[in-house]
């Protein structure tokens, strides 16, 4: 194979994608499949366009990749963040108020906080984002 194309960007953009995938950051590795789906196709255009496959074989891994979609994948990752976030805010109310792990719990918080349904605080905080990010241009529609 000729790497004068596009000198195997899709070996970078598949590295990336394993950092994204390792990252302690939800949102990243909310990404991490989408961004090998682009190294699948741009490892696939390469070689089509080297002429090692051809004309029209990288046609289903760029629609692989235009096609994805994984809400429940961004949900999972920011209903884990955002229980992170409440253990926090749990620990801090706590330390604020003087009060120990055993009189404080999340539904105390969740009443202090005011939120209405409080067995799935976390999923209604997700729809929102979800909801915000879809209507600003930034999410999946």
Known sequence: ?????????????????ERLAASPNPLR???APKVQLLANAMHDIEWVDDGDFREGADKKSIINFLMYHDDESVKSEIKAEIEAIAAQAIKRIQTLSGLTDKTTSKTEVQIICNCPDKSNFADEVVNVILSRMRDSGLGNK
């Open 1 to 17: 194979m000729s790497d004068e194309c596009q000198n195997y960007s899709y070996v970078l953009i598949g590295e990336m994608a």
């Open 29 to 31: 590795r909310a990404m």
